[in-house]
């Protein structure tokens, strides 16, 4: 058997501090997971049940540590948005995991950007369609390189910070989730079986907003990592 095409490359994320790298199989991505975001975008933020969406693996961009790296501005919106979260990444598979168990499920984690198109995704939910135009787009999930969590454990607790042009945008604390990563992995697992290579966005806190061309973006967890990138 050979394949028709030439195959695609599997998308990666480094490991931090090495030349390892981690294979990227999905990308799920938790909606409205801090209160004071829930309320920002009009929603009640009073612990409803986690709901899920997808980005395709490739929207990984990985953006080293220490560096300022160009990331072009996505196609076809007028309103681009950032939301920085913590992102966790599978090392072990499963499903309908016990909360009590999930975190060692967890490789490790990294500082993501769910970057999103908002006036498409606007349009999509005014019209009871799927999001996907608004946030699987190309490029849209910027990311740090991963840490093991044999390394850094789990933070529980911990800044949550993302600045546009030296201006502070986002704050929040990971202790402010509105459901903990065990919570999500847990509730996660109930609906797909999770396999080592994916990747869990847990949600913003509160503070999203545009961003154009020429703006520097640099957002960090604490004890977690950085990234820095120029909108191009």
């Keep these: 058997m050979a394949f028709v095409i030439a195959q695609p490359s599997v998308p990666v994320l480094p490991v931090a501090g090495g030349e390892d790298v981690f294979p990227v199989r999905r990308i799920y991505c938790v909606g409205r997971n801090y209160a004071a975001h829930a309320r920002e975008m009009g929603s009640d933020p009073d612990r409803e049940p986690p709901f899920f969406f997808c980005k395709p693996a490739d929207a990984v961009v990985p953006i080293p540590s220490g560096e300022c790296v160009a990331w072009p501005y996505a196609m076809a919106t007028a309103n681009l948005h950032h939301e920085v979260e913590l992102v ?3 090392g072990r598979g499963g499903e309908r995991i016990a909360v009590e168990q999930a975190l060692s499920h967890v490789w490790g984690y990294a500082v993501g950007l769910d970057m999103t198109r908002r006036d498409l995704q606007g349009q999509m939910k005014d019209q009871g369609r799927p999001w996907e ?18 390394a850094v454990g789990h933070p529980g607790r911990g800044a949550v910070w993302l ?23 847990s509730r996660l697992s109930g609906w797909f ?16 907003g545009a961003v154009k061309v020429g703006d520097r973006i640099e957002a960090g967890v604490e004890g977690v990592g950085k990234l820095s990138l120029q909108v191009t």
């Design 88 to 90: 966790v990444a599978i």
């Design 133 to 150: 135009i608004g946030k699987a787009f190309d490029r849209s999930a910027p990311m740090s390189p991963l840490l093991p969590a044999a």
């Design 163 to 185: 600045d546009v042009n030296g201006v502070r945008r986002q704050q929040g604390d990971l202790a402010d989730m509105i459901w903990s990563v065990a919570e999500v992995i």
């Design 193 to 208: 079986r999770l396999e080592p290579g994916d990747l869990v966005m847990t949600g913003t806190p509160e503070g999203v």
